[in-house]
């Protein structure tokens, strides 16, 4: 089998948002791409990479699987067994089969029960956006059944990308990117619904306007700019996931109570011992991940900022108790950390290691009600977003996402450009290593 650039071929199946990514980036560094999506996209899938020197699109991915050296499959999450069903068999005798989707656990079982024992395989996952510059970003590698001299050559064939290569077992990435990408996205997740129930664009609200609301509004739009099997597909099908979204809802239903019931004690201790655990004692003198300056340049509201007006900031109070409930330290997840969630623990980070801050938003909890019906609307939106991961129900999935998504639509191009401003800056920040 070809192992350099000039005898060996890449397939890839499923020319979405990612496989073009992955297609323009390998032939540009000289690769040759055997591609295919549908059937039924053939012809203009064609016609898009005319012009693309390197990459040859086939009608379907037996005619890809057939002629290539390292096959990557980058569909949806939820069609993996399906995909791989239709094609493993035509797989080169002695390829190297992986896939791109989010979640390991049943992409590493579609391939063990679909392709022939004389495949190998090693799976990757580029822990960020398709219109993310991949430098320095971490790409994990999975060695799930395939010889070192595998592992390096596949590694050769990423290398372009300039990633931080990360080793994993398929087990590991889907524990850690639970916490990374799904109960992330969870928590944005439920703060579009609760601004969409409450009706109100948040930027339009004298109370959402400065550094760490204008994270949280950005955030939350891409999220919902965004193509929602991608989202669906990483919560529901790893099995880690469940639990630590439950407990985030968990987190922010039980510090709701404290705060209607008036608990500010009880409030303060629970929060604080969390806070402890997570954001450990000697951290104090370390640069903070994200800093005020920052924040506050990507604004989508017009209203100067003067001083930030006081926030609960439940969302925030509950993934550190998520988190300390769970025992996990998201330092140690840096290794698989998407710049969304580098962004959240910025600003969980930035409101803990302040303690001024940090005693504000817990009054503000006790003592002001202007929060507290946008606070219900994110508990009930926290519990909903869980029980529909935990039901598995991709259909129901779709349709929440997509029903909020429509109320923030005509908000996308502006939120885009400012979004894609603010990640750039915060990226050049918090890029692991930098
Ligand atoms: N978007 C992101 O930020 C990231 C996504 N990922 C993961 O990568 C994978 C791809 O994501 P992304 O590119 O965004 O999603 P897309 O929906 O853009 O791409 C998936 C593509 O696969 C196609 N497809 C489905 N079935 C077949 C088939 N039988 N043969 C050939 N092609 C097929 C889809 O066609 P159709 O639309 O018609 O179904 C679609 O064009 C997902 O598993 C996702 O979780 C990983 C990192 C980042
Ligand atoms: O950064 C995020 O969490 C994103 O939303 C982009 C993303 C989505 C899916 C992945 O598997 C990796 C990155």
């Keep these: 089998m070809g192992r350099t650039k000039e005898d060996a071929s890449i397939g890839i199946i499923g020319m979405g948002d990612m496989g073009k990514m992955y297609a323009q980036r390998l032939s540009d560094a000289g690769w040759r791409i055997n591609a ?61 089969v992986g896939g791109q989707t989010s979640c390991k656990a049943p992409e590493l079982a579609a391939f063990e029960k679909h392709l022939p024992p004389d495949v190998e395989i090693v799976s990757c996952h580029s822990l960020h956006g398709p219109k993310v510059n991949p430098q320095g970003q971490p ?19 990423l290398s372009s990308f300039g990633s931080k290569h990360v080793y994993l077992t398929g087990e590991m990435h889907d524990r850690i990117t639970a ?23 948040p930027w339009e609200h004298g109370r959402w306007v400065g550094g760490i609301e204008n994270v949280k509004i950005n955030i939350t739009l891409r999220i919902y700019s965004n193509k929602w099997h991608v ?22 239903t039980d510090l709701y109570k404290l705060m209607i019931g008036g608990q500010r004690e009880e409030l303060k201790l629970r929060v604080k011992a969390a806070g402890a655990s997570v954001f450990r004692p000697g951290s104090e003198g370390q640069d903070l991940l994200l800093k005020d300056e920052v924040l506050d340049r990507f604004s989508l509201s017009n209203r100067p900022r003067g001083k930030a007006p006081p926030n609960s900031h439940l969302s925030l109070l509950a993934i550190v108790d ?38 504000e938003a817990l009054d503000t909890a006790i003592d002001d009600n202007t929060f507290r019906s946008d606070d219900l609307e994110f508990t009930f939106a926290a519990r909903a977003w869980s029980d529909c991961v935990s039901f598995g129900d991709f259909e129901s999935y779709r349709h929440r996402f997509e029903r909020i998504a429509e109320y923030f639509a005509p908000r996308f191009p502006e939120a885009a450009t400012l979004g894609n401003e603010m990640m750039k800056t915060i990226l050049e920040k918090t890029t692991p290593n930098n």
């Design 322 to 359: 998520c988190w300390s409930k769970l025992g996990i330290v998201p330092y140690d997840h840096m290794i698989c950390s998407t710049p969304l969630f580098r962004l959240w623990l910025g600003v969980t980070e930035y409101l803990f290691r302040n303690q001024d801050l940090l005693d």
């Design 179 to 201: 916490d990374t990408q799904a109960v992330t996205h969870a928590a944005f997740l439920s703060m579009g619904t609760a601004w969409q129930a409450n009706n109100q664009f």
């Design 139 to 157: 790409l994990v590698f999975i060695q799930h059944r395939a010889s070192d001299e595998s592992l390096k050559f596949v590694e050769t064939i």
């Design 36 to 96: 295919c999506d549908r059937p039924e996209n053939f012809e203009s899938l064609k016609q898009e990479f005319a012009s693309q020197k390197g990459v040859t699109i086939f009608p379907n991915g037996h005619l890809v699987s057939r002629i290539s050296d390292y096959i990557l499959y980058s569909v949806e999450a939820g069609a993996i067994d399906k995909v791989v069903a239709q094609y493993g068999l035509s797989t080169k005798v002695g390829a190297i």
């Design 231 to 252: 989202y669906a597909g990483l919560a529901i099908l790893n099995p880690a996931a469940k639990q630590q979204i439950r407990q985030y809802a968990e987190s922010v």
